[in-house]
């Protein structure tokens, strides 16, 4: 009898295990490297010890523990795992277009763990990425923060589950495209995306209020009280009212960026992050002082009319003004060199090289809330780190080898010519595309909702 | 004189009372196909009573559409009918866990003038779980005799429509005298399939939208429950939706959830973890990697009754360069791995079955056989269609299995059913019999003869018949060394006239001949496969389109006139 209960002990212990280790960490002892630890300054021929996912030690002549790898990193450069605040890869629907608030859904419903585009991005030394939701709505869906462990099958193991929740807003043009001049409903003007936040946000005060009183109304004794009509849309808006969940806002004008911020302060909301945010240094002391910064592009822009008044300037301008920026990529081809692109603002603006490299490492890791947990190189966090030849900011500069949790999902040396992990049995050729334009992804799904919009107006972007 | 009269009177009679009892026959069977004994009895057949049991020697008796027993020493009824069943091998008649046979669509409602594509009705936007598939099929449609040709007796059918289509019912494909109806409202039938140009219009709309219908489906019957007992409150809102998805909340009918994908599987699955109703997952095509999700799930599996088509890898070419070589292998591995899913599912140990939404009827048989060639076990093949099947449906006390009390649905095949050569003879459903031409194997051909023996080249005539009306062009067939190439002429789907298209796959058999062609209807293209016989000139056959059935195909060939040398 203990025996076969000893058996069976063992048995679910080992079930137990099974389930929870599905997410691989790794150790690995990292020799002789110029590290980049972002928060702390750049520590030469130092070595950075990791231990089940997680970073031991940061020093000078450390050895390694038994059964734990060496690598040799002389003369080359460690820097924390990139962090991409706006992105849309590994999601298999970008755009719920057919509402204005569609709050209620989420990208974690549909992450892909088989896009090619994320073992793409591990060669450019990005580890985590932010699947947002389309800006085709005032108010999107909910997005995945997504831990790039190229390989697992199980979209579970690609999402960071240890990451809060974000929501994407979208303000001008698409939102009143896609409703107003499409469908001819709210919004087809700013002031209607305005009217659209307030309206929703009020809405959703209301619910609360009727949910409170019918859980205070049915404890009571007999209580002959009807449930309200359940809503996750008027749900979710109220979790963001009451700061569980960080606003990712896509937007462009400092008068619809200031907007938001108004309302925002109205409403009491704090979480609050800009995307994209080209009119941002026109606003860059607002933003600094009242929400958790602005993630920009180094310099792309005039795709639009809403985006001709630009600067390359936008990045360096909001950081001198003491607004959290960070530089994202929203593009499948963009993702791949975003040291680069933060290397721009040294260019432009003559950011630090902390500064530059903060723009895509701490700042957008504190822009999704995980700060404590990634974006810098320290005792404790997350073993996120890229090993570079040559310095991350330069031109010449490669990724060697990307890390997640401690565990290496990238080696320039074992890159296969085919990273597919999965191949169509019926079609020789399946068509990948890199770079599909901006918006083309922003915006997918959406074009049934405008297409005579479209084909009066011929507009493109 | 009188003794003439008399005569007449009694040939008078005699015809009159003949006539009453004509009148008297007709009235009730005008049709004259009434069967003269429900009572069949089998004999001496080889009999596979259930999947692993061994052939057995022995009689099956019937009647009341019901097997009545199977032995050797059965007592047979004088109006037992006999059918020599020496050379017959006999199966349970194969169940469909989820069909789109002889379903129609309905129509698509119309869009009010105050349409507002943020927030549809329920109905517009494909949410429509009161409609039954009952409403929308019909036993008359060819498709229906074309899967029950291969075998088919019993089917779970799904009605077509959007995200949330409506309830299934499980019906015998028998005889059209009968309303042949098993269970109805045996399912939900959902999909990941979202409304164009409104909400919800994509998965992941269809999959927040999927969640708040069953949440407040689930308050909106708490709050009936307590507007029974308690005066004085609110009347709460009854809408359609909610009173037809009640018995999936209270888990008393299943969700059928279309999940081709493996990441759909996990999906659906994600889904029914949250809310917690039972779920069988349909029309499974990649699989593989989630076996140990759908086991622990304890969903139905119902796998759709088709293998990959071989283009890809038929277009591979030996002289490809080393580059394209790698990338022909991974397309080649991938191919094979998906012929043995099946197998790899009965290892898991999780018993399937199949549905045929989606699948022509024709490749059932050779889809089965690739399937057992590449690893899944005769037993557990015949059991996913069979016993199975039943098990999901919850139809096993009566169907399933060859035993006494269950349903009189069998197969009768000339061989062991899924031999290369084992042709259906007879299917029986509900106890009525239906009859099938079977042709008489093949003989090896000998060199020289055989291929190109008759003749085929030149341009034939042929007219053909489909429920759309009869059609006609012509069929001109070239010789190209060994093989034939050629043309096709017909009428024009989208528009008058006739359009061509080119043959392909031409393919003749000693006088058995096939080819296929693509027609372009409404910018979908549809592949047509025409097989059958040619005799002196004349060719008798049927053409499949699509998964649409198959109908009539006849054509003659035209004289030559070139003269033969």
Redesign the interface.
């Known amino acids: 009898m203990k025996k076969v209960n000893y058996f069976l002990a063992a048995l679910l212990g080992l079930s137990i295990q099974f389930a929870s280790a599905q997410v691989k960490k790794g150790s690995v002892l990292i020799k002789n490297a110029t590290v980049l630890t972002v928060t702390n300054g750049t520590l030469e021929n130092s070595d950075v010890l990791v231990q089940d996912g997680i970073i031991k030690k940061v020093g000078q002549n450390l050895s390694a523990p038994s059964g734990v790898q060496t690598i040799d990193a002389t003369g080359k450069y460690v820097m924390p795992g990139i962090i991409d605040a706006h992105s849309h890869l590994g999601l298999d629907v970008v755009n719920e277009a057919s509402s204005p608030i569609v709050a209620e859904v989420r990208m974690k419903d549909v992450v892909n763990p088989y896009s090619i585009g994320i073992y793409r991005a591990l060669a450019g030394g990005v580890t985590i990425s932010h699947a947002m939701h389309g800006s085709a709505n005032v108010i999107g869906g909910q997005n995945a923060t997504l831990k790039h462990r190229y390989g697992s099958t199980d979209p579970a193991e690609i999402i960071m589950q240890d990451a809060p929740r974000t929501i994407k807003f979208a303000l001008g043009e698409n939102p009143t495209r896609v409703h107003g001049r499409g469908n001819g409903i709210q919004p087809r003007t700013r002031m209607g995306v305005e009217a659209v936040l307030r309206n929703g946000f009020n809405e959703a005060i209301q619910y609360k209020k009727a949910w409170g009183e019918y859980t205070t109304a049915s404890s009571q004794k007999n209580s002959t009280a009807l449930p309200p009509v359940h809503n996750e849309r008027l749900q979710v808006l109220s979790d963001i009212i009451d700061g569980k969940i960080i606003i990712h806002c896509h937007s462009y004008r400092a008068d619809e960026i200031y907007m938001l911020i108004n309302v925002a302060r109205d409403f009491g909301i704090t979480k609050l992050v800009f995307q994209h945010t080209n009119e941002g240094f026109k606003v860059a002391p607002e933003i600094a002082e009242y929400t958790m910064g602005a993630s920009v592009f180094a310099d792309w822009w005039a795709y639009k009319m809403e985006v001709y008044y630009s600067t390359a300037y936008n990045a360096a301008i909001l950081t001198a003004n003491g607004a959290i920026t960070s530089i994202n990529s929203d593009d499948a081809e963009l993702i791949r060199h975003l040291y680069h692109e933060a290397a721009k603002t040294q260019r432009y603006g003559g950011m630090t090289d902390d500064q530059a490299l903060s723009m895509i490492t701490i700042n957008p890791a504190k822009q999704l809330g995980i700060a404590d947990k990634v974006g810098s190189i320290e005792e404790g966090k997350q073993a996120d780190l890229v090993i570079f030849e040559g310095h991350p900011l330069s031109s010449y500069t490669v990724p060697q080898m990307t890390f997640v949790d401690g565990v290496k999902y990238f080696d320039i040396k074992e890159d296969a010519n085919d990273q597919r992990l999965r191949v169509s049995a019926t079609e020789m050729v399946e068509p990948i595309m890199i770079f599909e334009g901006h918006d083309s992804r922003c915006m997918q799904d959406t074009e049934s909702l405008f297409e005579t919009t479209e084909a009066l107006f011929n507009l493109n972007h | 004189m009188k003794k003439n009269l008399l005569h007449a009177g009694v040939f008078c009679l005699l015809v009159a009372g003949w006539l009453s009892s004509t009148v008297a026959f007709a009235q009730s069977d005008p049709s004259g196909k009434k069967r003269i004994s429900d009572t069949y009895a089998i004999t001496n057949a080889t009999v596979f009573t259930a999947p692993g049991q061994a052939g057995i020697k022995a009689t099956v008796l019937i009647k009341d559409g019901l097997i009545q027993g199977v032995g050797t020493n059965l007592s047979l009824p004088k109006e037992a009918k006999l059918i020599a069943g020496d050379s017959l091998y006999i199966y349970p008649g194969f169940i469909d866990g989820a069909s789109d046979v002889g379903i129609t669509k309905p129509k698509d409602p119309e869009k009010p003038d105050n349409f ?4 549809p009705s329920d109905e517009i936007a494909g949410i429509t779980p009161w409609r039954s598939a009952v409403d929308q099929y019909s036993s008359k449609d060819s498709k229906v005799e074309d899967l029950r040709k291969v075998g088919f007796t019993i089917v779970q059918i799904m009605p077509d429509g959007g995200m949330i289509a409506g309830k299934a019912a499980i019906v015998l494909l028998g005889s059209d005298n009968s309303t042949n109806l098993l269970v109805e409202n045996s399912g939900l039938v959902a999909s990941f399939r979202g409304s ?10 269809v ?2 939208k999927f ?2 219908v069953y ?2 489906t689930k ?1 909106t019957t ?2 009936s429950q ?2 029974t007992t ?1 005066a ?3 009347r ?1 809102e009854i809408t359609p939706t909610y009173s037809a998805m009640e018995d999936v909340v209270a888990g008393k009918i299943p969700v059928l959830f279309s999940a081709s994908s ?2 759909e599987i ?2 659906a699955i ?1 889904l029914q973890k949250d809310k917690g109703f039972k779920l069988i997952l349909t029309g499974l095509e990649e699989y593989e ?1 989630v076996l140990d ?1 759908i086991k622990a799930s304890g969903a139905g599996v119902l796998v759709k009754l088709e293998i ?2 071989d ?2 890898i038929k ?2 070419k030996d002289d490809a360069k080393d ?1 394209v070589k ?3 292998a ?2 080649k ?3 094979d ?2 012929l043995a899913q099946a197998g790899k599912l009965e290892a898991a140990g999780i018993p399937f079955a199949f549905t045929t939404a989606g699948v022509k009827s024709g490749d059932i048989m050779k889809a089965m056989r690739t399937m057992i060639a590449n690893g899944l076990s005769e037993k557990a093949a015949l059991a996913a269609l069979t016993t199975n099947a039943a098990t999901i449906l919850e139809i096993n006390k009566i169907a399933g299995s060859i035993e006494k009390g269950k349903i009189a649905n069998l197969i009768m095949s000339t061989d062991s059913l899924f031999a290369e050569d084992s042709q259906i003879k007879h299917v029986m459903v509900d106890g009525f019999i239906f009859d099938y031409e079977t042709k008489a194997k093949k003989k090896a051909s000998k060199e020289g003869e055989g291929k190109g023996a008759v003749k085929i080249d030149g341009n034939w005539d042929y007219t053909s018949e489909s429920p759309a009306g009869s059609g006609s062009g012509v069929l001109s067939i070239q010789k190209d060394g060994s093989n034939y190439t050629g043309t096709i002429t017909y009428d024009d789907p989208s528009g008058s006239g006739k359009a061509t298209a080119p043959i392909s796959n031409v393919v003749l058999d000693g006088s058995a001949l096939s080819f296929s062609f693509e027609v372009n209807a409404n910018g979908m293209a549809i592949t047509v496969d025409v097989a059958g016989q040619v005799d002196a000139g004349s060719f008798e056959g049927t053409m499949t389109v699509g998964e649409f059935g198959s109908f009539p195909f006849e054509g003659t060939l035209n004289p030559t006139l070139i003269a033969n040398k």
């Open positions: 507002v594509s943020s927030n164009r140009g409104m909400y919800p219009g994509t998965a992941v709309g999959m927040a969640r708040e949440d407040n308050l708490q709050r307590k507007y308690v004085g409150l609110k709460p493996e990441l996990r999906r994600s990697e999700v990959p088509d283009k890809a277009a591979q580059e790698e990338l022909n991974r397309v591995e991938s191919y791995k998906a």
